[in-house]
């Protein structure tokens, strides 16, 4: 039986579809803090509006170039969105595009690195074939002296002979492009082969060919020389056609010193000595690869070893004193990539798998065809130092790129506006590759606490942008290397595995490699196989595609909104979507979605089918018959569809009530869902607050997902309200509903289960943030211990221990912190103690660990972003770490070079303390300063200067409702 329901608190459909005035759907407003607003000055506002919009349509009219072309209002505003996000660079107008009238074939690479001068001397052959008669060769080059002499083309069939085509000149252009003029034409399909000489350079910059230090045990110095050709760096290596779609095939030959090896995509096939100055080298000689694309080449020459046999398909590398560190990825290496070749029914095609720990890199991998590349910390796990966070940090990197050999390798997007087609499906598949080699993890349900927040956090923010958009040079490829194609490109495949089935989905995917294996496909490639096996099984409808509603998934930037508005008496529900944005809206946004809709309620109470159960097709607005309900109504059910959900006042309060009867994961999305919305000022914090104490006071178990998910959400309230009068109620309410957590949670870790040791971790970092807590003073006693008599502590607590004891401690425990992180040999170890130095309150040395950040040896770039993310993440740092930014920026920058977005990250983490005016204007004043020397952070500063804008707006709207809500409860919390 339904209780009797006040419909005076559901909100009309005029309500759900425009928030823009701020009224919330919950009637829970203090009393007495209404405004009223008279009709006549309501009816002159109203006339004002009218006139305004006929004034701005007028202006748009004359004013806006008009295009016969037949595109809607929609796809016009993805291409001025477009323009936007090109435009942000300064940079935008350079076009590093090559042109489509020749097409290398193969590539025969010879080089020599000189360690003594950081350069390297090599020599080339390319193959090549005009698609067309001509004249002109337009190749990439950058940071690489062609030896103009040296440059010779012939026709293949007279390559013996001294027969070659006159050349009339050569150049470089901007772009990083080189130009060759010949006096003849280039017959369309003969064939041609181009030879050069050339000299690069060793950078230290992690990109290119690139050089790395690091100290051995016994304390010297030895050198290692790696590649990092992702996404346009190879042509730091060799002049090459550095674009995804020009495919060929390379031999490649490398110089190295008789103490070292070599390794390249290929199996080694021959070692040939010769003699130099300064003593015997080895020339090796790698056969060729198949067709790929020139960021997939790879090459190390070094000294680390491996632990496998020779005679395996997949070794591990690393240096000699970590070897033992490579046994968990060795052991499950191996499964996963058994389990990619079963789920695609395609064999790994190359004969060998060299995985390398390279001693400094820029990502945390790279998938590198036959030689995956890793920094340290990502594949290396040490039993006595590394954390359960480790383990899943090797897995999941490990099945990430190793999903990469299919998509990435053996497909390769045509360009890098489709980036997410290899990251979004290898982000994706990690899960499935993981969840198969650790089924004990279930971490098919760690997707929305990692890649939809992730996401969400990123897409909510007006300055996002669509997952496709156009690119033509490399400062604006490496910003594409972000949430966007990683996590919203993982969450809208996942989102196509749900609506199309498991077989479906898997069986469009395995056609697709199979089609373009060696090959190029873009989207539409994609979504045109997924909707000839989606017609043939009956997964869409026959005038149904998959492009039809992908497109507007990668066509235009943000999610939705469903705002529901149900009718009980009649049984259907009213449902409204509009683009979701933290800051709200614009009220001329008209983004509309494909969205598949599945749909439960109390009495059906199947929690298990996530198969849609309507959909809305681009509609702004639908309704629907759905039965009786009962007591509480669901749609999305474990958030497979990419969007979130607003429902009426009285759906809030009742699935408040039977939160318990629902699944784990259900309470997680929920929160999740509620909490961005009361963010955005779009529902009354009295829901979500309510909703995580609900949870937080029931939950017995402590079940990981939801109670990660709460603690992450309300870690913004906790930093946002950190200056406030009310930030100390606000610690009494985490405190008491999660009374049962801090009272089990303790500093004992002798349970080895994944869960446990993954909430204890969380758990006990907001238990010690109280310095008065029995938290805190367990971490320094365990601290002081470690420095005293050298008793470790258990690697699992260690970041939460670190970090408190150096909050709460003296320059003495940063100092000795500091030490053990120069002297330990664990690179897991390493990160910790880089994030635990910024703990400190202690101002003078938050400045003074900065300052090692440009001091040309104390902190690699690797590790860089790390540091200045612990200081700036810190309340007492926030300010220290913008000061600092804006003295070193021109400093920092010739440092750390244009790679791995590592400035930009800087410019991200200052967001999360900035919350006033004066802030928000001081960002914005440094972006303007340095816009002629912005490199690739543009688009970093544009979602950190919205992220301040939302703090800001937010004190001012939602400031006094919360503190209000919190003093209104406080006296519950004290006798909970």
């Known amino acids: 039986m339904v209780g009797k329901i006040d419909y005076s608190s559901v909100p009309t459909t005029g309500e759900l579809e425009n928030n823009s005035n701020q009224k919330k759907y919950t009637v829970n407003h203090p009393p007495g803090k209404n405004v009223v607003v008279s009709r006549p000055l309501c009816t002159l506002m109203a006339i004002g509006a009218i006139l305004l919009a006929v004034l701005v349509g007028l202006v748009v009219f004359f004013l806006v170039p008009r295009h016969c072309n037949g595109h809607s209002n929609q796809a016009a505003s993805l291409v001025q969105k477009d323009a936007r996000l090109l435009e942000s660079s300064p940079e935008h107008q350079i076009n590093e595009r090559l042109p489509r009238n020749i097409r290398p074939l193969h590539y025969t690479i010879q080089i020599k690195p000189e360690f003594h001068n950081l350069a390297t001397s090599g020599s080339e052959s390319i193959t090549l074939q005009p698609t067309e008669d001509t004249d002109t060769i337009i190749f990439h080059v950058n940071k690489i002296e062609i030896h103009k002499h040296s440059v010779v083309v012939k026709q293949l069939e007279n390559f013996n002979s001294s027969d070659s085509i006159p050349i009339n000149s050569q150049e470089y252009l901007e772009g990083e492009r080189y130009r060759i003029v010949l006096d003849e034409k280039l017959i369309k399909d003969k064939t041609y082969v181009l030879s050069l000489e050339f000299h690069g350079e060793l950078n230290s910059q992690l990109q290119g060919f690139y050089i790395s230090h690091y100290t051995n045990p016994s304390g010297d110095d030895r050198l290692a020389v790696s590649t990092q050709f992702s996404p346009t760096d190879a042509r730091r290596a060799f002049p090459c056609f550095d674009e995804p779609s020009f495919k060929a095939r390379f031999k490649i030959r490398l110089a190295r010193p008789s103490n070292m090896s070599s390794l390249s995509n290929m199996p080694l096939e021959k070692t040939?000595?010769?003699?130099?100055?300064?003593?015997?080298?080895?020339?090796?000689?790698?056969?060729?690869?198949?067709?790929?694309?020139?960021?997939?080449?790879?090459?190390?020459?070094?000294?680390?070893?491996?632990?496998?046999?020779?005679?395996?398909?997949?070794?591990?590398?690393?240096?000699?004193?970590?070897?033992?560190?490579?046994?968990?990825?060795?052991?499950?290496?191996?499964?996963?990539?058994?389990?990619?070749?079963?789920?695609?029914?395609?064999?790994?095609?190359?004969?060998?798998?060299?995985?390398?720990?390279?001693?400094?890199?820029?990502?945390?991998?790279?998938?590198?065809?036959?030689?995956?590349?890793?920094?340290?910390?990502?594949?290396?796990?040490?039993?006595?130092?590394?954390?359960?966070?480790?383990?899943?940090?090797?897995?999941?990197?490990?099945?990430?790129?190793?999903?990469?050999?299919?998509?990435?390798?053996?497909?390769?997007?045509?360009?890098?506006?489709?980036?997410?087609?290899?990251?979004?499906?290898?982000?994706?598949?990690?899960?499935?590759?993981?969840?198969?080699?650790?089924?004990?993890?279930?971490?098919?349900?760690?997707?929305?606490?990692?890649?939809?927040?992730?996401?969400?956090?990123?897409?909510?923010?007006?300055?996002?942008?669509?997952?496709?958009?156009?690119v033509y040079n490399s400062a604006q490829i490496k910003q594409a290397f972000d949430e966007i194609s990683y996590a919203k490109g993982a969450c809208i495949i996942r989102m196509m595995y749900f609506f199309l089935g498991e077989d479906t989905f898997r069986n469009g995917l395995i056609k697709y490699l199979q089609k373009f294996k060696y090959d190029n496909a873009d989207r539409n490639d994609l979504f045109n196989t997924l909707t000839e096996e989606a017609h043939k099984r009956g997964s869409l409808l026959s005038n149904e595609t998959v492009k039809q509603i992908m497109d507007t998934w990668t066509e235009q930037a943000g999610f939705p909104v469903l705002n529901v508005s149900p009718d009980y008496s009649r049984n259907i529900l009213k449902i409204v979507q509009k683009r979701f944005l933290t800051n709200n809206p614009s009220p001329g946004d008209r983004s509309l979605w494909w969205l598949p809709i599945s749909f439960t309620t109390s009495l059906s109470h199947d929690l298990e089918s996530t198969k849609p159960t309507f959909w809305m097709r681009g509609d702004k607005e639908i309704v629907e018959e759905?039965?009786?309900?009962?007591?509480?109504?669901?749609?999305?059910?474990?958030?497979?569809?990419?969007?979130?959900?607003?429902?009426?006042?009285?759906?809030?309060?009742?699935?408040?009530?039977?939160?318990?009867?629902?699944?784990?994961?259900?309470?997680?999305?929920?929160?999740?869902?509620?909490?961005?919305?009361?963010?955005?000022?779009?529902?009354?914090?009295?829901?979500?607050?309510?909703?995580?104490?609900?949870?937080?006071?029931?939950?017995?178990?402590?079940?990981?997902?939801?109670?990660?998910?709460?603690?992450?959400?309300?870690?913004?309230?906790?930093?946002?309200?950190?200056?406030?009068?009310v930030y100390g109620i606000f610690e009494e309410f985490h405190k008491a509903i999660f009374k049962h957590a801090y009272d089990i949670v303790d500093f004992n870790d002798n349970i080895d289960h994944y869960f446990t040791q993954r909430i204890r971790q969380i758990v006990l970092e907001f238990a010690c943030s109280n310095s008065e807590s029995r938290c805190v003073h367990q971490s320094r006693s365990l601290f002081r211990n470690w420095m005293s008599s050298g008793k470790t502590v258990l690697p699992n607590l260690r970041s939460v221990v670190y970090c408190t004891a150096i909050k709460e401690g003296s320059d003495v425990d940063w100092n000795f912190a500091y030490e053990r992180y120069l002297h330990t040999t664990s690179p897991t170890e390493k990160n910790i103690l880089l994030d635990s130095l910024g703990c400190t309150r202690l101002k003078w040395l938050l400045s003074r660990y900065l300052d090692k950040l440009i001091d040309g040896y104390s902190i690699s770039i690797q590790d860089a972003d790390r540091v200045f993310e612990s200081v700036a993440r810190n309340k007492e740092g926030t300010q220290i770490a913008f000061d600092f930014i804006r003295k070193h920026w021109d400093q920092m920058l010739s440092q750390y070079g244009d790679g791995f977005n590592i400035l930009g990250k800087m410019i991200q983490s200052l967001a999360v303390h900035l919350n006033t005016e004066f802030q928000l204007e001081e960002l914005e004043r440094f972006r303007d300063s340095i816009k002629a020397n912005i490199s690739t952070t543009s688009r970093a500063f544009e979602s950190a200067i919205e992220q301040v804008r939302g703090n800001v707006k937010w004190m001012k709207k939602n400031y006094a409702q919360v503190e209000d809500w919190l003093i209104t409860h406080q006296e519950r919390f004290q006798y909970l």
């Open 626 to 725: 759905i039965g009786p309900i009962g007591e509480w109504y669901l749609l999305n059910l474990n958030q497979t569809g990419y969007y979130i959900v607003n429902y009426d006042e009285h759906n809030w309060r009742q699935l408040i009530d039977n939160l318990m009867e629902l699944p784990p994961i259900i309470w997680a999305q929920l929160i999740s869902d509620a909490m961005d919305l009361a963010k955005a000022n779009q529902l009354d914090y009295d829901i979500p607050l309510r909703l995580i104490a609900k949870m937080g006071l029931n939950d017995k178990s402590i079940m990981f997902v939801p109670t990660s998910v709460a603690f992450r959400k309300l870690k913004f309230l906790g930093d946002i309200l950190y200056d406030t009068p």
């Open 272 to 470: 040939e000595l010769f003699q130099t100055q300064n003593g015997p080298w080895y020339w090796d000689e790698y056969p060729d690869t198949p067709a790929m694309s020139t960021y997939l080449v790879s090459f190390i020459i070094s000294e680390l070893v491996q632990l496998q046999s020779p005679d395996s398909l997949i070794k591990i590398w690393a240096r000699r004193e970590y070897l033992t560190q490579t046994d968990y990825a060795g052991k499950i290496a191996p499964d996963i990539l058994s389990y990619f070749e079963n789920y695609f029914r395609t064999e790994f095609p190359l004969k060998k798998i060299d995985i390398v720990a390279v001693p400094e890199f820029g990502f945390s991998a790279m998938e590198n065809w036959g030689l995956i590349t890793f920094r340290e910390s990502s594949l290396l796990f040490d039993n006595f130092s590394s954390t359960i966070d480790d383990k899943r940090t090797v897995a999941t990197v490990l099945a990430h790129e190793i999903a990469h050999q299919w998509f990435g390798n053996l497909v390769t997007p045509k360009w890098w506006n489709d980036l997410w087609l290899k990251e979004g499906f290898a982000t994706f598949l990690q899960y499935l590759g993981v969840d198969d080699t650790e089924p004990d993890w279930h971490i098919l349900e760690e997707f929305l606490l990692t890649e939809i927040q992730q996401a969400m956090a990123f897409d909510s923010l007006e300055s996002s942008r669509p997952i496709s958009f156009e």
